[in-house]
């Protein structure tokens, strides 16, 4: 059996972050879980520390936060939890050096960099840079809307998706002062509203799921900035109700796979040489509203986490075509948004 982390929309009282085993069929078995922390929506794993957003608002009562989280001898305690520096963080990642943390704030548009202390605890808030602007789609762009970092792979950058913005900003980390620095923002199309991103493993190509639009964007990475290539749509039908959740590329870097929201599906993509893509399929993902999905470490499954359905649905999967089949199991989890395998 693969051990998986997993996390969602929950209350203080519940039991938001588990850790469990599982199988291909959707076999499973609870290792430990954790209470206390209201909303673990999206976490980060650094050794034997989980980093994860505690997702409200000021509005709400309880202004955005972030946790430390060790898992050692198969048991979790959590550490104090510290602002994020806004509301509704919603993702989260740890710098290369393992120095930093750096929070997107979904419902106040600004990136935070938090500083982890000598005890992997997290010891406060280092900085703070807002977005500002709109874009095109009144309803959803009004206002900034970070929604996720992504580090360069060589190390030099953190590229910001702000969906309310429409822009994938740069950001350097000071090494004097350990603030963050602006660089320059590249646009993505008007409406599209960039969620996630992900680099190819081997390629200077980075994958943006474009949560508006439905679609995937290819960038070419190359002389500190981003130009764009081509786009795919993610969904089979005509764009309705949908929005685009997750992206991620399959172990041996030849498949990439995108959730849709709405929809409720799965589309995969072959990765060819030059980085474009052909889509391969579009499946239903096995339950309502995914949101984040992981594929098995050696890649003949897939688990989504469909938060509608409070469930993560257990997906098998052709290493050789990237086809995905339908669901063969289910485990049961309240509000779930986060798979990560461990």
Known sequence: MDRILVGGYADPLSAGIQIMDVDAK?????????????????????????????????????????????????????????????????HIIVTRDGQHLVVSNYGTGNMALLRIGTNADIAGLNDLRQHVGRSANEARQSGPHAHSATLTPDGRFIIAADLGTDELVFYSIQPQTTLLRRMHAVNAKPGSG???????????????????????????????????????????????????????????????????RGENTIATYRILADGNLIRVQVVDCGGAWPRNFAFSPDGSYVLVACQNDNLIAVLPRDVATGHIGARVGTIPVAGVSFISFL
């Open 26 to 90: 959707g076999q499973y078995a609870p290792i430990t879980s954790l209470s206390g922390i209201a909303n673990p929506s999206y976490m980060a794993r650094h050794g034997d520390m989980i980093y994860t957003v505690s997702e409200t608002s000021a509005a709400g009562g309880l202004p955005g936060g972030v946790v430390a989280v060790s898992y050692r001898n198969g048991v979790l305690n959590a550490g104090v939890r510290r602002p994020s520096g806004g509301d509704w963080p919603c």
């Open 194 to 260: 960039p969620r996630h991103a992900v680099f190819h493993p081997t390629k200077a190509i980075l994958y943006v799921a474009n949560e508006i639009s439905c679609t995937v964007a290819v960038y070419a990475y190359a002389d500190d900035t981003l130009r764009p290539l081509w786009e795919h749509s993610t969904i089979q039908t005509p764009l309705g109700d949908y929005t685009v959740a997750d992206i991620h590329i399959s172990p041996d870097g030849e498949f990439l796979s995108v959730t849709t």
